[in-house]
């Protein structure tokens, strides 16, 4: 079961508290990864009705500047282009709340390979390794290095895979 506090923590760095602290904001997103079914639902289908309903929580909080304060007390305007990642970051959670199976297993490689998505990479890596052949946790290692800022995943790579 995915809590509000969940999406708010991992939607803050991206979009600030001020507008995540809200609890209407995360609390729907939160209804939409509970709602998620694996036998009803796919993950790519989640991932494009969450980047849906960002952009329309934004909106309707934000208006058409799409303007937000963020933590440091700038502002910023959240662009279009980011509510992939937003909503990458959202299924993130989903992510972390599956059962570890092998048919989770199967669906997160199917959709990472679908569609690139770090939070899918971070959770094959960190909670499936059982499942992977020898030297997948390496290549997924190096895609993750060479393709995202090192803030954002050197806390849980080992250093024996890059």
Not at 79 to 98: P, Q, W
Not at 116 to 125: C, D, K
Request: charged share 25%.
């Amino acid at each position: 079961m995915v809590d509000a506090w969940q999406i708010r923590e991992a939607l803050c760095p991206r979009l600030g508290s001020a507008l995540v602290d809200d609890p209407y904001f995360c609390g729907p997103l939160a209804q939409d990864l509970n709602a998620y079914s694996p036998y009803k639902d796919s993950f790519s289908a989640l991932a494009a009705r969450l980047e849906d309903h960002l952009f329309n929580l934004l909106y309707d909080r934000l208006g058409p500047g799409m303007s937000a304060k963020m933590d440091s007390g700038e502002r910023r305007r959240i662009r279009t282009a980011e509510l992939k990642d937003a909503a990458d970051d959202v299924m993130g959670v989903l992510f972390d709340d599956l059962r570890v199976y092998s048919v989770q297993y199967e669906a997160l490689h199917a959709y990472c390979m679908e569609t690139g998505s770090f939070s899918a990479l971070r959770v094959l890596y960190t909670r499936y390794g059982d499942f992977m052949q020898e030297g997948e946790r390496r290549i997924i290692a190096r895609i993750i290095r060479d393709n995202y800022p090192a803030a954002r995943w050197e806390a849980w790579i080992s250093p024996a895979d890059l």
